[in-house]
């Protein structure tokens, strides 16, 4: 039992002190900044090619291709939440909103005191008829046998630090009903083809995809840059009706609580495969879309439809940086035993011979759209908790909760003031403020007491 | 002829530039000299150079009607104005003049470092095209300007700082008693050694730290404020309101560098030297973040659809 208490103790001491939350952040801070620096989400590959191979096996290994969903990651996160519910219940509650006490003034940074003249009981009334006026709440109280004044200003912003801590309370709340309960997910649409949605009951056809792009000359060359895209869809819900709308870049499109978003888009190719001379309805009637490969029944052929080209330069054949279509080309490549075996960048209605008899010709193209879908019910509650978030820190930031604390006692011309300032953030902060308090009350009291 | 003559724009880029390098020279010769018609020659200069920033981003929007925050050329000159602003701010609320050589010398190298990326004028991508942008740039780049002026007054008060340690190891000066005083600066200054005198003028450690307090305190929130609006505006246009993108990641990762600093400041022995280094990492990691990731790092915010 001893041993219990004795560990809860060491547990509520760590997770209550400031400097292992701040260590939890530095933790947090780091792993963060891993996600930054290695590219995420990347296959394994490309982290060959990017680092020393030991690096690239540590960084598979440990995860950092994907750090953000590790449980370290969402471990630590766990941690600081879990240090900033003790560290409020430990620290910030008795630290910011502690009783009203008596101190040992000389013993606090900020004190000042003099003598005035006049009987305690009378300065005590004019003291706090002057801290009112200036806007700070008086609060006496006898403690120990002594009458003291307290003065406070922005107590209730000593509030502040538990704002801003609920709001990033509730932000993890909001990010963990998304992992409860939300999806997202995308889907590359055809033209004319219609897809249904996984997670939910909805269907969607793309009508039509468009884009535009355009060309700009600037200071350091020819630019297109795109301006719009936008597919025109049928979706049909849950309930079965079938409506029709655009998505476009920042209008997604709403349909049971499932948003849709213009993503991306790309292009899918039919072609015309004979085979000495006669057609294989099998291989045309497909769509095929970058990295699709077409196999040549019977051979250990295929041919790996690599890129689709928009534009073709018509001086040197090659592809153009134009991104609007032109003269259409699609770059294919032949692989035989999965060697490969020739490659070209083929015209729309031309051929390339495959062998053994076989002609490929791409025949038409057709526009791709890349849509997006989420479903995230803890979105609001992610607002709200950031806006809280916010509202803390301004709170926290702006307002400057100090408290005086003031003892009048009998003294040789009548009585002596003793006066202290506490704030949140130190006492330099508010050096100045108390110092010029100081002086006003002085004179004050003085000037009152001969006047 | 119209043609050849330099866009209104470029003109005032140009006039803020000057305006910043010559202010930048006086308030420099200020910190050393304390003469103070050299401060007052730098207070119009730099008022000036501001508002010739601002005119030139109004000109630019008036001429090509493209919002002209959406690349490097106009999110940093924004940079460089807001810190200006935010300088001129405190420097008339805390008397910060003795900063003003370096905050006007840094924005002056970032704003001619921004004219050369000048592209000339660009429509924006789709996904730039929404009233998020409006927002949520102007935001981001003024918590960076914040930061930038507080990691200004941070290098003052860690040099200060070790000088006055530096001091107190070559003995035989007074000991150091209080964490933020500094007799050994103030003896040596007495003494006639010109780097203490200097240092002497600048306000104390204690002050220097509640300005470097004062003003995370502006760039903060704004950061804070700036990342929610940013992923509002991720809400909108990709699906979700946070991708782990490169750039949002950088940015948490100075958001909380910038709670660390605000966790040790909230504790009296941490207060100071520990701090301020902690707010001096924290402008590195802004600048990783602002820099760093648009130039080495691609990603969503490369703006590749
Ligand atoms: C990301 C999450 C957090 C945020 C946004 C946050 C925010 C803040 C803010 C704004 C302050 C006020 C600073 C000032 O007035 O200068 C503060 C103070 C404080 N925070 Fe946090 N905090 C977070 C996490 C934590 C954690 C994990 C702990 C647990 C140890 C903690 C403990 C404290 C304490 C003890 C104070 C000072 C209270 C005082 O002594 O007056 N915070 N926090």
Redesign the pocket.
Same mark, same amino acid.
């Not at chain 1, 939440?81 to 000389?106: G, N």
């Not at chain 1, 019977?298 to 689709?308: D, K, N, P, Y």
């Not at chain 2, 998020?132 to 003024?142: D, E, G, R």
């Not at chain 2, 730290?209 to 509002?232: E, H, K, Q, S």
């Given at each position: 039992m001893q041993a219990v208490r004795e560990l809860y103790d060491d547990f509520i001491r760590t997770f =209550?002190? &400031?400097l /292992?939350?701040v260590l939890?952040f530095i933790v947090w801070g780091l792993l963060t900044l891993v996600g930054v620096i290695i590219a995420q989400g990347k296959d394994p590959a490309t982290y060959f090619d990017s680092y020393a191979a030991p690096l690239a096996r540590l960084i598979l290994r440990l995860d950092f291709n994907n750090i953000y969903h590790t449980p370290y990651y969402v471990g630590i996160i766990g941690l600081?939440l879990l *240090? #900033?519910t003790v560290?409020t219940f430990k620290? &910030?509650i008795p630290?910011?909103l502690p009783p009203l006490r008596a101190v040992a003034i000389d013993k606090i940074p900020l004190h000042a005191s003099f003598d005035v003249v006049g009987d305690p009981e009378s300065i005590r009334d004019r003291m706090e008829a002057f801290f009112r006026a200036r806007g700070w709440n008086v609060r006496k109280r006898e403690l120990g046998g002594v009458e003291w004044t307290f003065a406070d200003k922005h107590n209730w912003a000593r509030r =502040?630090?538990l704002v801003? %801590?609920a709001g /990033?309370v509730i932000i993890a709340a909001g990010t963990t009903i998304y992992w409860a309960k939300g999806f997202s997910g995308d889907e590359a649409i055809v033209t004319g083809q219609t897809v249904s949605v996984p997670h939910t009951q909805t269907s969607i056809r793309l009508d039509g995809f468009s884009y535009k792009i355009k060309p700009i000359v600037t200071k350091s060359g020819m630019v297109y840059q795109p301006i719009d895209y936008v597919s025109r869809v049928t979706a049909t819900g849950s309930d079965g009706v079938a409506r029709t709308a655009t998505i476009r870049v920042n209008h997604p499109l709403d349909v049971d609580g499932v948003l849709y978003y213009q993503s991306s888009y790309g292009f899918a190719m039919r072609f015309r495969v004979t085979h000495d001379g006669v057609r294989v309805p099998a291989l045309m009637n497909r769509d095929y879309l970058t990295g699709d490969e077409i196999d040549l029944p019977g051979t250990q052929r295929s041919i790996v439809v690599a890129q689709f080209v928009p534009t073709v330069d018509r001086l040197s054949g090659q592809p153009s940086a134009d991104p609007r279509i032109n003269d259409p080309a699609v770059f294919l490549q032949i692989f035989d035993s999965g060697q490969a075996a020739g490659a070209g960048l083929i015209p729309m209605k031309a051929a390339i011979d495959a062998g053994g008899g076989w002609r490929v010709t791409p025949e038409r193209y057709l526009l791709v759209s890349g849509i997006q879908y989420t479903h995230d019910p803890g979105v609001s509650l992610v607002g709200i908790g950031a806006f809280v #978030?916010l509202a803390? #820190?301004m709170i *926290? /930031?702006y307002l400057l909760p100090a408290r005086l604390f003031v003892r009048v006692d009998p003294g040789p011309e009548g009585s002596r003031i003793g006066l202290a300032a506490m704030t &949140?953030?130190g006492y330099d902060i508010f050096e100045r403020q108390f110092n010029d308090l100081a002086a006003a009350l002085g004179t004050k009291l003085i000037g009152d007491s001969r006047g | 002829m119209a043609n050849a003559q330099m866009p209104l724009d470029e003109v005032l880029m140009i006039i803020a530039l000057g305006a910043y390098v010559v202010g930048a020279l006086a308030l420099l010769v200020y910190f050393f000299s304390r003469s103070e018609w050299l401060r007052h020659l730098a207070i119009p200069l730099a008022i000036a150079g501001c508002a010739a920033q601002f005119g030139q981003l109004i000109a630019r929007y008036e001429i090509t009607h493209i919002w002209p925050l959406l690349n490097l050329y106009g999110s940093l000159s924004l940079f460089a104005a807001v810190a200006v602003l935010i300088f001129i701010i405190f420097a008339f609320r805390y008397d910060l003049w003795f900063a003003g050589g370096f905050v006007l010398g840094l924005s002056a190298l970032f704003l001619a470092y921004a004219i050369t990326w000048n592209e000339g004028s660009m429509p924006a991508v789709p996904s730039l095209q929404s009233y998020w942008a409006k927002i949520h740039v102007p935001l981001v780049v003024s918590s960076y300007a914040a930061f930038m002026v507080s990691f200004v007054i941070s290098v003052m008060f860690l040099v200060k700082y070790y000088f006055e340690r530096s001091l107190a190891k070559q003995g035989p000066h007074a000991p150091v008693t209080m964490r933020m005083d500094t007799p050994n600066i103030a003896a040596a200054a007495a003494a006639g050694n010109a780097g203490a005198q200097w240092l002497n003028t600048i306000p104390s450690l204690a002050q220097l730290d509640v300005l470097i307090y004062r003003i995370v305190a502006v760039g903060l929130p704004l950061l804070t404020l700036g990342i929610i609006t940013g992923a509002m505006w991720a809400h909108e246009s990709w699906g979700h309101y946070w991708q782990w993108d490169p750039k949002e990641t950088a940015a948490l990762f100075s958001w909380i560098v910038y709670?660390i600093y605000? %966790?040790l %400041?909230?504790r009296n022995a941490w207060r100071g030297v520990r701090s301020a280094w902690v707010s001096l990492i924290g402008f590195l990691s802004i600048m990783f973040c602002y820099f760093g990731v648009n130039l080495w790092i691609s990603g969503l915010h490369s703006y590749k659809v």
């Amino acid at each position: 039992m001893q041993a219990v208490r004795e560990l809860y103790d060491d547990f509520i001491r760590t997770f =209550g002190n &400031v400097l /292992f939350a701040v260590l939890l952040f530095i933790v947090w801070g780091l792993l963060t900044l891993v996600g930054v620096i290695i590219a995420q989400g990347k296959d394994p590959a490309t982290y060959f090619d990017s680092y020393a191979a030991p690096l690239a096996r540590l960084i598979l290994r440990l995860d950092f291709n994907n750090i953000y969903h590790t449980p370290y990651y969402v471990g630590i996160i766990g941690l600081i939440l879990l *240090s #900033l519910t003790v560290c409020t219940f430990k620290r &910030v509650i008795p630290a910011r909103l502690p009783p009203l006490r008596a101190v040992a003034i000389d013993k606090i940074p900020l004190h000042a005191s003099f003598d005035v003249v006049g009987d305690p009981e009378s300065i005590r009334d004019r003291m706090e008829a002057f801290f009112r006026a200036r806007g700070w709440n008086v609060r006496k109280r006898e403690l120990g046998g002594v009458e003291w004044t307290f003065a406070d200003k922005h107590n209730w912003a000593r509030r =502040g630090v538990l704002v801003a %801590h609920a709001g /990033f309370v509730i932000i993890a709340a909001g990010t963990t009903i998304y992992w409860a309960k939300g999806f997202s997910g995308d889907e590359a649409i055809v033209t004319g083809q219609t897809v249904s949605v996984p997670h939910t009951q909805t269907s969607i056809r793309l009508d039509g995809f468009s884009y535009k792009i355009k060309p700009i000359v600037t200071k350091s060359g020819m630019v297109y840059q795109p301006i719009d895209y936008v597919s025109r869809v049928t979706a049909t819900g849950s309930d079965g009706v079938a409506r029709t709308a655009t998505i476009r870049v920042n209008h997604p499109l709403d349909v049971d609580g499932v948003l849709y978003y213009q993503s991306s888009y790309g292009f899918a190719m039919r072609f015309r495969v004979t085979h000495d001379g006669v057609r294989v309805p099998a291989l045309m009637n497909r769509d095929y879309l970058t990295g699709d490969e077409i196999d040549l029944p019977g051979t250990q052929r295929s041919i790996v439809v690599a890129q689709f080209v928009p534009t073709v330069d018509r001086l040197s054949g090659q592809p153009s940086a134009d991104p609007r279509i032109n003269d259409p080309a699609v770059f294919l490549q032949i692989f035989d035993s999965g060697q490969a075996a020739g490659a070209g960048l083929i015209p729309m209605k031309a051929a390339i011979d495959a062998g053994g008899g076989w002609r490929v010709t791409p025949e038409r193209y057709l526009l791709v759209s890349g849509i997006q879908y989420t479903h995230d019910p803890g979105v609001s509650l992610v607002g709200i908790g950031a806006f809280v #978030l916010l509202a803390g #820190l301004m709170i *926290s /930031f702006y307002l400057l909760p100090a408290r005086l604390f003031v003892r009048v006692d009998p003294g040789p011309e009548g009585s002596r003031i003793g006066l202290a300032a506490m704030t &949140v953030k130190g006492y330099d902060i508010f050096e100045r403020q108390f110092n010029d308090l100081a002086a006003a009350l002085g004179t004050k009291l003085i000037g009152d007491s001969r006047g | 002829m119209a043609n050849a003559q330099m866009p209104l724009d470029e003109v005032l880029m140009i006039i803020a530039l000057g305006a910043y390098v010559v202010g930048a020279l006086a308030l420099l010769v200020y910190f050393f000299s304390r003469s103070e018609w050299l401060r007052h020659l730098a207070i119009p200069l730099a008022i000036a150079g501001c508002a010739a920033q601002f005119g030139q981003l109004i000109a630019r929007y008036e001429i090509t009607h493209i919002w002209p925050l959406l690349n490097l050329y106009g999110s940093l000159s924004l940079f460089a104005a807001v810190a200006v602003l935010i300088f001129i701010i405190f420097a008339f609320r805390y008397d910060l003049w003795f900063a003003g050589g370096f905050v006007l010398g840094l924005s002056a190298l970032f704003l001619a470092y921004a004219i050369t990326w000048n592209e000339g004028s660009m429509p924006a991508v789709p996904s730039l095209q929404s009233y998020w942008a409006k927002i949520h740039v102007p935001l981001v780049v003024s918590s960076y300007a914040a930061f930038m002026v507080s990691f200004v007054i941070s290098v003052m008060f860690l040099v200060k700082y070790y000088f006055e340690r530096s001091l107190a190891k070559q003995g035989p000066h007074a000991p150091v008693t209080m964490r933020m005083d500094t007799p050994n600066i103030a003896a040596a200054a007495a003494a006639g050694n010109a780097g203490a005198q200097w240092l002497n003028t600048i306000p104390s450690l204690a002050q220097l730290d509640v300005l470097i307090y004062r003003i995370v305190a502006v760039g903060l929130p704004l950061l804070t404020l700036g990342i929610i609006t940013g992923a509002m505006w991720a809400h909108e246009s990709w699906g979700h309101y946070w991708q782990w993108d490169p750039k949002e990641t950088a940015a948490l990762f100075s958001w909380i560098v910038y709670a660390i600093y605000m %966790h040790l %400041h909230t504790r009296n022995a941490w207060r100071g030297v520990r701090s301020a280094w902690v707010s001096l990492i924290g402008f590195l990691s802004i600048m990783f973040c602002y820099f760093g990731v648009n130039l080495w790092i691609s990603g969503l915010h490369s703006y590749k659809v």
